[in-house]
């Protein structure tokens, strides 16, 4: 089983609706969201998969309910006090109880430019030798679960597992999310495009020349 | 939990291999080994004020209060994301594919150097592929695990790419998807629809519009629209 945010193929949806280029937040506290997110980022308390990792262990109820950036501050306010950088106290009366000893760390005005151009790059040298090549078929693990952790992050997704597929593209080997997001180590493996035949996963495929897709880590996956 | 805020964990393996019964036992302190789910209203989160703008009002001013965030660096990230990074990036390196036979070899071989090269390089932009679309095949990009999207080429994602909806449906029936955006594929071109489900992002290379032969760079830019670069839309014709 999976959690609330593995919805790819989900049915019951309505339309997606599009939107002019010149609408880029949809409320004043959007943006506010966005960047107070990213600037604790910087304090260096968690990863990339960990803050993930914490928005889809927000309740099924409150995934559902909230909107984009609600998901966005309410995992924001379960990491602070998880890795006690802030305390529920201080969450109840909204407002702080002393400095805090990260205060060095604090993102300045000056630094931001500096760190969104320089990003955080997920590619690290690893060990684990590369088992499969462009054109090689594959067949996608059948349980879309962390193996490790019960209940864990994973970036398998539930309509994906065991699927056969093409390796159609090799990425180089990357940090492994399954392991990071438990700050298990960052356990760099090889990752690869595998391309999924609609027909395959899809009961009601569109067309038969249709394709999907996706970026897994070579222990997802399985040799044909 | 200990008191410096982190979690005491302990986990056990077992198992078997040749020589019998194996035990490992792991010993560690970590912020957070093990998902603690909790009901709705056990979460920190529910603290906080119910009014999502009081709720982002509140933690700025904690935040703010113990030196954890500079006012002035959001409003820095802010107006980044407002003012100077967005699809005109992508435009430019679309506008540049369609100029320039070698450049689009190496952008289709190698994004990443050639994008770096542009200036075009950063947060959620790390690793970067460009797909062709065809007239056999078209390109359309979604994340149906979260909202991953090119920030440095297209800036952040519309609330569509963002909704259940578009995560849901793009996958299974890009096409009906299509549709909600007015576009209609030929008969013979296929759909293949990137879940972008690790650190790569994609971003798709339109079909440049007939009539366009001699147009320059500046000009054919202003055809490319955001939506064409997700795959959601085509490029406009002049």
């Given at each position: 089983?999976?959690?609330?945010?593995?919805?790819?193929?989900?049915?019951?949806?309505?339309?997606?609706?599009?939107?002019?280029?010149?609408?880029?937040?949809?409320?004043?506290?959007?943006?506010?969201?966005?960047?107070?997110?990213?600037?604790?980022?910087?304090?260096?308390?968690?990863?990339?998969?960990?803050?993930?990792?914490?928005?889809?262990?927000?309740?099924?109820?409150?995934?559902?309910?909230?909107?984009?950036?609600?998901?966005?501050?309410?995992?924001?306010?379960?990491?602070?006090?998880?890795?006690?950088?802030?305390?529920?106290?201080?969450?109840?009366?909204?407002?702080?109880?002393?400095?805090?000893?990260?205060?060095?760390?604090?993102?300045?005005?000056?630094?931001?430019?500096?760190?969104?151009?320089?990003?955080?790059?997920?590619?690290?040298?690893?060990?684990?030798?590369?088992?499969?090549?462009?054109?090689?078929?594959?067949?996608?693990?059948?349980?879309?679960?962390?193996?490790?952790?019960?209940?864990?992050?994973?970036?398998?997704?539930?309509?994906?597992?065991?699927?056969?597929?093409?390796?159609?593209?090799?990425?180089?080997?990357?940090?492994?999310?399954?392991?990071?997001?438990?700050?298990?180590?960052?356990?760099?493996?090889?990752?690869?495009?595998?391309?999924?035949?609609?027909?395959?996963?899809?009961?009601?495929?569109?067309?038969?020349?249709?394709?999907?897709?996706?970026?897994?880590?070579?222990?997802?996956?399985?040799?044909? | 939990?200990?008191?410096?805020?982190?979690?005491?964990?302990?986990?056990?393996?077992?198992?078997?291999?040749?020589?019998?019964?194996?035990?490992?036992?792991?010993?560690?302190?970590?912020?957070?080994?093990?998902?603690?789910?909790?009901?709705?209203?056990?979460?920190?989160?529910?603290?906080?004020?119910?009014?999502?703008?009081?709720?982002?009002?509140?933690?700025?001013?904690?935040?703010?209060?113990?030196?954890?965030?500079?006012?002035?660096?959001?409003?820095?990230?802010?107006?980044?994301?407002?003012?100077?990074?967005?699809?005109?990036?992508?435009?430019?390196v679309v506008a540049r594919?369609?100029?320039?036979?070698?450049?689009k070899a190496a952008l289709?071989?190698?994004?990443?150097?050639?994008?770096?090269?542009?200036?075009?390089?950063?947060?959620?932009?790390?690793?970067?592929?460009?797909?062709?679309?065809?007239?056999?095949?078209?390109?359309?990009?979604?994340?149906?695990?979260?909202?991953?999207?090119?920030?440095?080429?297209?800036?952040?994602?519309?609330?569509?790419?963002?909704?259940?909806?578009?995560?849901?449906?793009?996958?299974?029936?890009?096409?009906?998807?299509?549709?909600?955006?007015?576009?209609?594929?030929?008969?013979?071109?296929?759909?293949?629809?990137?879940?972008?489900?690790?650190?790569?992002?994609?971003?798709?290379?339109?079909?440049?519009?007939?009539?366009?032969?001699?147009?320059?760079?500046?000009?054919?830019?202003?055809?490319?629209?955001?939506?064409?670069?997700?795959?959601?839309?085509?490029?406009?014709?002049?």
């Open positions: 089983m999976t959690r609330v945010h593995d919805m790819g193929g989900r049915f019951g949806d309505g339309a997606v609706v599009p939107e002019t280029e010149d609408v880029i937040f949809h409320a004043d506290w959007h943006p506010r969201a966005l960047a107070i997110t990213l600037a604790c980022g910087s304090l260096g308390l968690w990863n990339i998969d960990v803050s993930r990792h914490a928005r889809e262990c927000l309740s099924p109820k409150d995934y559902t309910r909230f909107s984009y950036y609600e998901k966005w501050m309410a995992a924001l306010a379960d990491l602070l006090v998880d890795t006690g950088a802030v305390s529920r106290e201080e969450l109840a009366q909204g407002a702080a109880r002393g400095t805090s000893n990260l205060a060095d760390k604090r993102l300045a005005a000056a630094a931001v430019a500096g760190v969104l151009a320089k990003g955080g790059p997920a590619t690290r040298p690893s060990n684990v030798a590369a088992l499969f090549v462009a054109g090689d078929t594959v067949r996608i693990r059948s349980i879309p679960e962390n193996m490790q952790v019960p209940g864990g992050h994973t970036r398998l997704p539930a309509y994906a597992a065991g699927a056969e597929g093409t390796i159609v593209r090799q990425h180089g080997t990357h940090v492994l999310p399954d392991s990071n997001a438990h700050r298990l180590g960052e356990a760099p493996e090889p990752l690869y495009a595998v391309a999924l035949r609609a027909q395959d996963i899809w009961a009601h495929p569109e067309h038969p020349e249709d394709e999907v897709i996706l970026d897994l880590w070579q222990s997802y996956l399985i040799a044909l | 939990m200990l008191r410096d805020g982190r979690y005491l964990c302990k986990f056990a393996k077992r198992g078997k291999c040749g020589f019998g019964l194996w035990t490992f036992v792991y010993v560690g302190f970590h912020d957070r080994v093990m998902p603690h789910d909790h009901s709705d209203h056990d979460h920190p989160h529910s603290l906080l004020p119910s009014d999502p703008a009081l709720r982002v009002k509140a933690l700025e001013t904690i935040l703010t209060q113990k030196g954890l965030i500079d006012p002035a660096a959001l409003d820095e990230i802010i107006d980044t994301y407002e003012n100077k990074i967005g699809p005109k990036n992508g435009a430019h594919a369609w100029s320039d036979p070698e450049f289709l071989e190698d994004a990443d150097p050639v994008l770096a090269e542009l200036g075009y390089y950063g947060r959620q932009g790390e690793h970067m592929v460009v797909v062709e679309n065809t007239e056999a095949v078209h390109n359309m990009v979604v994340c149906t695990l979260c909202s991953c999207y090119p920030w440095p080429l297209l800036g952040i994602p519309p609330g569509w790419y963002k909704s259940d909806a578009y995560r849901s449906r793009a996958v299974r029936e890009p096409r009906k998807v299509l549709a909600d955006f007015g576009v209609t594929l030929p008969e013979e071109q296929a759909v293949r629809v990137w879940d972008s489900t690790a650190e790569v992002r994609y971003l798709v290379l339109p079909q440049r519009p007939e009539g366009t032969e001699g147009m320059d760079e500046a000009a054919l830019m202003a055809l490319v629209t955001r939506d064409s670069m997700i795959g959601c839309g085509v490029a406009v014709s002049p």
